[in-house]
């Protein structure tokens, strides 16, 4: 596609519930990562892919969060048993070799 | 954690002037790069410094760096009422972490027509 895609927009999970967040990366662009937003603060590393490997999770808040991207393109952000803090923004952004990270428009993710 | 700051948190100006926001890092960049995100939207890149360089321009930007004093500026000339978003400075890492970025926490500006 033309851009970094990202589904859901938004997703309002009840807290305890298991949510699944999708990123649809540029063609052919190697790098992907996820970041976490709150409200008025910047982006925070959450995890790292190259191709299919997962190379750095340093950023995942805890054991909750799972990230994968198993063939190598598309990625999913797993996130069990949701809580109140959890509620954020969470961007994906690619990138080639050579380029700046393209960044999707995000899921906004708010826990009741 | 965040590695940058940024100030100030929020500027307001009119249309046509400067607006001139600030960066502060703590470790060692191969580059400093500065993002965009209007309300509800994605981050946009606008330009990226090497930490080799010291000034860089793309049309209405200017960026500087001073790895002296692990600060930068972005300075947007002429403002147009289409520049109101947030705008984030973002560190790449000197150690080799794959290109993820460390974000500041963001200038919010507002260009009143």
């Known amino acids: 596609g033309a851009g970094v895609s990202q589904s859901p927009r938004y997703k309002v999970a009840k807290r305890g519930q298991d949510v699944a967040l999708r990123c649809d990366p540029i063609s052919g662009h190697v790098s992907l990562f996820w970041y976490q937003q709150a409200l008025g603060q910047g982006p925070e590393f959450l995890t790292y892919f190259q191709n299919e490997a997962q190379l750095d999770k340093s950023g995942l808040p805890s054991d909750r969060f799972f990230a994968e991207r198993p063939e190598g393109s598309v990625s999913t952000l797993k996130i069990q048993r949701t809580q109140q803090e959890d509620s954020a923004v969470y961007l994906c952004?690619?990138?080639?070799?050579?380029?700046?990270?393209?960044f999707g428009q995000g899921t906004r993710l708010t826990v009741v | 954690s965040q590695q940058g700051e940024e100030d100030p948190q929020a500027l307001s100006i009119q249309e046509g002037e400067n607006a001139t926001m600030n960066c502060s890092y703590k470790t060692s960049i191969n580059n400093l790069q500065w993002y965009r995100q209007n309300s509800g939207r994605g981050l946009v890149h606008l330009i990226l410094i090497r930490s080799n360089e010291r000034e860089k321009h793309s049309g209405r930007l200017r960026v500087t760096l001073d790895t002296s004093k692990k600060s930068s500026s972005l300075l947007i000339t002429a403002s147009r009422a289409a520049d109101t978003a947030s705008y984030f400075c973002a560190t790449a890492p000197g150690y080799n972490q794959g290109g993820k970025l460390i974000f500041g926490q963001g200038t919010e500006l507002s260009v009143k027509p």
């Open positions: 952004a690619t990138r080639d070799r050579v380029t700046e990270a393209f």
